[in-house]
């Protein structure tokens, strides 16, 4: 009789510290570029938390810069995006707004955890970072087709001048609603 075998416990290494850690301190991808890896990210959850307070502090700096106040944790949703990014994720805004409430229910969660534990649920499995170009492709297309659409329907109208003007109001107010645009009311003189 042998000595009893040891459970060999997988080990990966971080890219980004170069510490070697168990498969439990990586989160899995779905994008087709990690398949070699398991679907393990090559970056521990330490150090992706730590790229994305890298990304956070980054775009705060740019706004502050620019002068403009970010909506409530606009910086923490760029830096997420920022990551997925990087590391070929699905992002999704609603996926985030889902984070928010899970950090709402659970205050120790950071927002990069949060949201991993909702892109890596069932349903989001088939898609990477692509699936999040095709879409925000798609919502552009539809958002320039029905502004081209407006502008042809007032070119055959006879008040041009104004119509143009009160559709590039609305564009603007459409703009700051869904792009997180903001233009200040002085810039068009509007109070809008």
């Known amino acids: 009789m042998g000595r009893p075998k040891k459970e060999i416990i997988p080990v990966k290494k971080c890219l980004h510290?170069?510490?070697?850690?168990?498969?439990?301190?990586?989160?899995?991808?779905?994008?087709?570029?990690?398949?070699?890896?398991?679907?393990?990210?090559?970056?521990?959850?330490?150090?992706m938390k730590i790229l994305c307070e890298q990304y956070r502090i980054k775009y705060t700096n740019q706004f502050s810069v620019l002068g403009t106040e970010p909506k409530e944790h606009e910086m923490e949703k760029l830096a997420v995006k920022r990551v997925c990014m990087a590391f070929d994720i699905y992002y999704s805004d609603s996926l985030f707004e889902a984070a928010l409430k899970q950090i709402e229910k659970f205050p120790n969660l950071d927002f990069l955890s949060a949201y991993m534990r909702i892109v890596n649920l069932k349903q989001n499995r088939k898609k990477s970072y692509d699936n999040t170009v095709?879409?925000?492709?798609?919502?552009?297309?539809?958002?320039?087709?029905?502004?081209?659409?407006?502008?042809?329907?007032?070119?055959?109208?006879?008040?041009?001048?104004?119509?143009?003007?009160?559709?590039?109001?609305?564009?603007?107010?459409?703009?700051?609603?869904?792009?997180?645009?903001d233009i200040k009311k002085n810039d068009y003189g509007t109070n809008d």
């Open 17 to 47: 510290c170069g510490k070697e850690l168990g498969d439990k301190n990586f989160y899995k991808s779905n994008g087709s570029i990690y398949t070699g890896n398991n679907n393990f990210l090559p970056v521990c959850k330490e150090c």
């Open 134 to 181: 095709l879409e925000e492709d798609l919502s552009q297309e539809l958002i320039k087709s029905a502004v081209v659409s407006k502008v042809k329907e007032k070119f055959d109208d006879g008040g041009l001048y104004q119509d143009i003007y009160d559709l590039c109001l609305q564009l603007m107010q459409a703009l700051r609603k869904n792009c997180n645009f």
